[in-house]
């Protein structure tokens, strides 16, 4: 498998890219390869020479003499610098030349290069992205976080089957528990769209559809997957971010106000509860859609979140998800009118 | 002042409800009542003889035979039972015989009866609900959590204003810092109403509008009041408390299994925090925008929160928080085209 990296994405590239590519080499298999996108003097001083050599047969270096910035506007960047590291990356898994792609830069711009690129799956209308969220009660996968803020029924629809059958092959959960975001349990509850979506998705009894949920059943283990539209889950993905930071300095203020004994001990709760609930486990969110596989990291990814990324989009690959997705919307009578 | 509260609203109704108005009566001012609203007969029982005949002065009764389920659609309901404690309750206050109403029961009919019944402020075209988040960095304001799903730039715009003077005047925090949900700091984030209503908020130089926040920045101290559509608010909302459980739920587990020892020393640290940071001390959340002072509460209030709402009504009332809100929008020349 060929697993096009950009190299120059995210707050701590192109460093932690590379280190992050470097740890992974002994978790690959025999045949796959790496390939660093990026300016190759930039990427062959950082491996340095002794890399170089070691590992020829698996690192690869394809060069992107620019940079999209993460604050920049992905359509007119992905426009105006056609030899960004991302431009260059999807290029490489549209020409057939890289199976995954990975970046840990601008989301839009590399959400946005993936579907000019590589191209949805047949009978997909949108991609969306899914992540994972690690709970007490298990994991439960949110689709989608950013790729589409303005959805519509047909979107929700095939985000509960791609997220479902992510959450099958790549977590292991069995015919999985699909919710739909809306504000109250009852069926009345929700906007047009949302009641919409509802009643496509029912309509299909293949999905194991539990109907609405709200934002405090994610925690609670009501449901595996969580549908919604980009604008709401990218809220709520970030929302969590700054609500468990905002709590642990919270309980750490206190913890260290009572005493030290208590903070000694409570820090290395803390560490195992990092260690058991980091997403950074789950190596970023997959791109669910396209044409292929893309994987998308969190713009503050270090060294072992590229390197979970990495065996993420093997896993991803290796199960056949696409054709999976591909199968089942052939099959399914339920078109996207995109109405 | 005169408070009616909906004694059958919310999960332990009337107890609790009865409860918590007993407990409020030492903190009143002179002439102030409160205004049980329920079956007669079943009031009179709860209060007991020794406090009907104590508190003849402050406790009134209005009977309500009626009850609005929590599950029950707020329309139906309210065109049904006339003869509810929320009709009857709204009913009150439209007829000039409350200052204030306060219910945990059914939300949606509690707004809805305050729309249909006490109208709204003048020039306020939909009214807003605004909870406080305790934050390590804060109270933060949120405005709207759910009242409104569909949102017209209009109605964020009065959310500003209105969420703006609650923040000052009720927590008085000065001039604060206003920023609209989005999904990127950036100008160009958001979906078209989104970005419609920044421009509206912006064209207000007395607000201080510092543009979009994400999730995460409603924990960092970056802003003072955050405005968004009841959807995306109540979503918000939910997921806050979900989360915050899910989270206690996993450090208790971790830290029982470290040591004893530990959990007794976490525990007290929790009892700390849950006094600082509950928000059970803002004793509900107030609809902004209609005429009168409306507080609701959560469906699991227990009498605190109730005695608390019943010391939030009287400070919202009490600041003339509604006359500055008409002042402010009969000088705005921004007015509610609805689009």
Redesign the interface.
Known sequence: MRIAIDAMGGDFAPDEIIKGALESIEKLDKGDTLILVGPVETIKAKLGAKNLSKYADVLKIVDASEVIGM?E?PIDALRKKRKSSISVMVKLAADGEADAVISAGNT?ACVAGCQMRMRNIEGVNRPGIAVVFP???GPVTMCDV?AN??CKPINFYQYAIMASMYSESLLGIKNPRVGI??????E?K???IVKKARELIKSDPKINFIGNI???????GKCDVAI?D???G??????????????F???K???KQ??F??AM??K??MM??YQK?DYHEYGGALLLGVNGTSVICHGSSKARTISNAIMAAKKFHSMGTNEKIKEYLAKSNIRGTDE
């Open positions: 604050d506007s839009g709970t007490f009660e950013g803020i303005s975001m809306s504000i109250g349990e009852e009345a929700g906007n047009e709200e934002g405090s059943d994610i925690f609670k919604c980009g604008f709401v990218n809220v709520v993905l970030k929302l969590t971010e700054g609500l468990v930071d905002g709590l300095k919270i309980i203020h206190e913890v009572q005493s004994l208590l001990g409570f290395s709760v195992k509860m609930y």
